[in-house]
């Protein structure tokens, strides 16, 4: 009969012990690989949806909430999304950040305000869910920093209404499978929440279209925090009609093509968030916003203007040519057309012609600073020119939306100074 000696087996048990401890290595290994994997997909998620920009203040530790938020009836202030187990969302189970994310619903029951942009969040798929939950809990340091409460009164204050207004204006889980093969789509209505700006607001503040299927009031402009965002639709002059693919590509990396530049919150949205993503995510954005139709007037090309010549020629005989020849015409040059990603043109500039022109004016008042980007690095800056008065700064504003083409209706220095008054810069020269 056969028998192994000692030596023999010990030898094979070894072995084997030293073959199942390498597997499990590989397991582990494997395992912790695949949840870098996941918090590194999050964190994509999370620089897609500009999480930050709203949960951080200037200076404050990343995510930990505070940051000041205007609405119509009073200032709220946004919360700490760390993983802290005390006032951050450490406790959250993914079921409830999905609730919290999707249908604006806080862990204890209550209901968030729909400045929360969840809405638009529930189009997140649940693969871009679990990613985003994985880095907010493994991938972002906890910071121990108290909620704020908001500066809204009593009665406005209660939240319960907020469920009833969560059933007539917000999808819910309804939208969560919606499909993610339009990979634009996708971005600008979901995780890129761009319609919570660019959509106009009804009398609940609710926005008026979530997706382009409902219509074409979605992304044609709308006004947020005293700054009109201009329409994204395809419109020839304030909208998007007459840029390329390829240049709003380059906007949303650089914040800044031959044709304008950004200002206002929108320098957060590509400082934070579209800087940093994929060229292939936001050529699909691109292209998905070229796909909408026009949905408004056209203040442009009106054909036979010389505003050039006059200005060229020493003729100010146009209001506010020659506060624009004084303050405006060195940069921007006597044609209008600025120089290429330095200093934006004004002659069809999108940003100059809407009906609105509460940006148009908030920039002159207070001035402007181009986002500083990887792609772009140096932030050129327009001062403001709230010195002007009044009326003023709404003809040299009419001047501009008035020449080399341009056809938008002239600023009333009424305009101006409720613009003044709302956000107090400083006061006009007697």
Same mark, same amino acid.
């Given at each position: 009969?056969?028998? &192994?000696?000692?030596?023999?087996?010990?030898?094979? /048990?070894?072995?084997?012990?030293?073959?199942?401890?390498?597997?499990?290595?590989?397991?582990?290994?494997?395992?912790?690989?695949?949840?870098?994997?996941?918090?590194?997909?999050?964190?994509?998620?999370?620089?897609?949806?500009?999480?930050?920009?709203?949960?951080?203040?200037?200076?404050?530790?990343?995510?930990?909430?505070?940051?000041?938020?205007?609405?119509?009836?009073?200032?709220?202030? =946004?919360?700490?999304?760390?993983?802290?187990?005390?006032?951050?969302?450490?406790?959250? =189970?993914?079921?409830?950040?999905?609730?919290?994310?999707?249908?604006?619903?806080?862990?204890?029951?209550?209901?968030?305000?729909?400045?929360?942009?969840?809405?638009?969040?529930?189009?997140?798929?649940?693969?871009?869910?679990?990613?985003?939950?994985?880095? /907010?809990?493994?991938?972002?340091?906890?910071?121990?920093?108290?909620?704020?409460? =908001?500066?809204?009164? *009593?009665?406005?204050?209660?939240? *319960?209404?907020?469920?009833?207004?969560?059933?007539?204006?917000?999808?819910?889980?309804?939208?969560?499978?919606?499909?993610?093969?339009?990979?634009?789509?996708?971005?600008?209505?979901?995780?890129?929440?761009?319609?919570?700006?660019?959509?106009?607001?009804?009398?609940?503040?609710?926005?008026?279209?979530?997706?382009?299927?409902?219509?074409?009031?979605?992304?044609?402009?709308?006004?947020?925090?005293? *700054?009109?965002?201009?329409?994204?639709?395809?419109?020839?002059?304030?909208?998007?009609?007459?840029?390329?693919?390829?240049?709003?590509?380059?906007?949303?990396?650089?914040?800044?093509?031959?044709?304008?530049?950004? /200002?206002?919150?929108?320098?957060?949205?590509?400082?934070?968030?579209?800087?940093?993503?994929?060229?292939?995510?936001?050529?699909?954005?691109?292209? =998905?916003? &070229?796909?909408?139709?026009?949905?408004?007037?056209?203040?442009?090309? &009106?054909?036979?203007?010389?505003?050039?010549?006059?200005?060229?020629?020493?003729?100010?005989?146009?209001?506010?040519?020659?506060?624009?020849?004084?303050?405006?015409?060195?940069?921007?040059?006597?044609?209008?057309?600025?120089?290429?990603?330095?200093?934006?043109?004004?002659?069809?500039?999108?940003?100059?012609?809407? @009906?609105?022109?509460?940006?148009?004016?908030?920039?002159?008042?207070?001035?402007?600073?181009?986002?500083?980007? @990887?792609?772009?690095?140096?932030?050129?800056?327009?001062?403001?020119?709230?010195?002007?008065?009044?009326?003023?700064?709404?003809?040299?504003?009419?001047?501009?939306?008035?020449? *080399?083409?341009?056809?938008?209706?002239?600023?009333?220095?009424?305009?101006?100074?409720?613009?003044?008054?709302? /956000?107090?810069?400083?006061?006009?020269?007697?």
């Amino acid at each position: 009969m056969f028998s &192994k000696s000692p030596t023999t087996v010990t030898a094979f /048990f070894l072995a084997a012990l030293a073959w199942s401890a390498s597997a499990h290595a590989e397991i582990d290994l494997a395992a912790t690989k695949a949840e870098a994997a996941l918090i590194e997909a999050g964190r994509k998620v999370a620089v897609a949806g500009d999480c930050i920009a709203c949960h951080t203040v200037p200076g404050g530790k990343p995510y930990a909430g505070g940051l000041a938020m205007e609405t119509p009836i009073g200032t709220i202030y =946004s919360t700490n999304i760390t993983p802290d187990a005390t006032t951050g969302i450490g406790p959250y =189970s993914y079921d409830d950040f999905a609730a919290a994310l999707r249908r604006g619903v806080a862990k204890d029951g209550h209901n968030l305000y729909p400045a929360m942009p969840y809405p638009s969040y529930a189009r997140v798929s649940d693969a871009d869910m679990r990613a985003l939950y994985a880095y /907010f809990m493994d991938g972002v340091d906890a910071v121990d920093q108290p909620n704020r409460g =908001s500066d809204i009164p *009593w009665p406005l204050s209660m939240r *319960w209404p907020l469920g009833v207004w969560n059933m007539a204006f917000a999808p819910g889980e309804a939208v969560k499978a919606v499909s993610i093969a339009d990979r634009g789509a996708y971005l600008v209505e979901g995780l890129g929440h761009c319609g919570s700006c660019h959509t106009p607001r009804g009398i609940a503040f609710q926005e008026k279209a979530l997706s382009a299927a409902d219509g074409p009031q979605f992304l044609g402009g709308g006004m947020i925090d005293g *700054w009109f965002a201009k329409s994204l639709r395809n419109d020839v002059g304030h909208g998007m009609g007459d840029w390329s693919e390829d240049e709003l590509v380059e906007f949303l990396k650089t914040g800044r093509n031959a044709r304008t530049a950004a /200002f206002g919150g929108m320098t957060e949205v590509i400082t934070h968030s579209t800087q940093a993503m994929d060229e292939a995510d936001l050529r699909a954005m691109a292209r =998905s916003l &070229k796909a909408l139709s026009a949905a408004g007037p056209t203040y442009v090309a &009106k054909g036979g203007d010389t505003a050039f010549d006059e200005l060229r020629q020493g003729k100010y005989a146009r209001r506010g040519a020659t506060l624009y020849a004084e303050f405006c015409q060195s940069c921007h040059r006597a044609d209008g057309q600025g120089v290429p990603r330095i200093y934006p043109a004004l002659a069809g500039n999108s940003a100059v012609l809407p @009906d609105n022109p509460a940006s148009t004016i908030r920039v002159a008042l207070a001035g402007g600073r181009m986002p500083v980007t @990887d792609h772009g690095p140096t932030a050129f800056a327009m001062p403001g020119f709230s010195r002007l008065s009044d009326a003023e700064l709404a003809d040299v504003l009419s001047f501009v939306r008035g020449a *080399w083409g341009n056809n938008a209706p002239a600023v009333n220095a009424s305009e101006v100074a409720k613009t003044r008054k709302a /956000f107090p810069i400083l006061p006009a020269r007697p």
